[in-house]
């Protein structure tokens, strides 16, 4: 069966100017550095996120048939 979804528990290590410092991993060995904005609002150094990923079908098919039109439109030109 293929995996669409998936869930990650998360650590937010620090917050500062506006970066999050988020820890992945069973041993936060994952570091990634997201815009704040990404995050609810309220989140602080501390807090645990339940993150999940999952494909979005609808905008992945809008998007190739963008491209595939624009590139339709470019060779027209």
């Given at each position: 069966m293929t995996q669409n979804k998936i869930k990650h528990v998360c650590c937010i290590d620090s917050v500062s100017d506006g970066?999050?410092?988020?820890l992945t991993g069973d041993a936060g060995e994952n570091v990634y550095f997201l815009p704040l904005e990404l995050f609810?609002?309220?989140v602080?150094?501390?807090?645990?996120l339940n993150l999940t990923i999952n494909i979005d079908e609808k905008a992945t098919k809008k998007g190739k048939k963008?491209?595939?039109?624009?590139?339709?439109e470019l060779?027209?030109?």
């Amino acid at each position: 069966m293929t995996q669409n979804k998936i869930k990650h528990v998360c650590c937010i290590d620090s917050v500062s100017d506006g970066i999050v410092r988020l820890l992945t991993g069973d041993a936060g060995e994952n570091v990634y550095f997201l815009p704040l904005e990404l995050f609810p609002d309220g989140v602080k150094e501390g807090d645990w996120l339940n993150l999940t990923i999952n494909i979005d079908e609808k905008a992945t098919k809008k998007g190739k048939k963008d491209v595939a039109d624009l590139y339709r439109e470019l060779g027209e030109n």
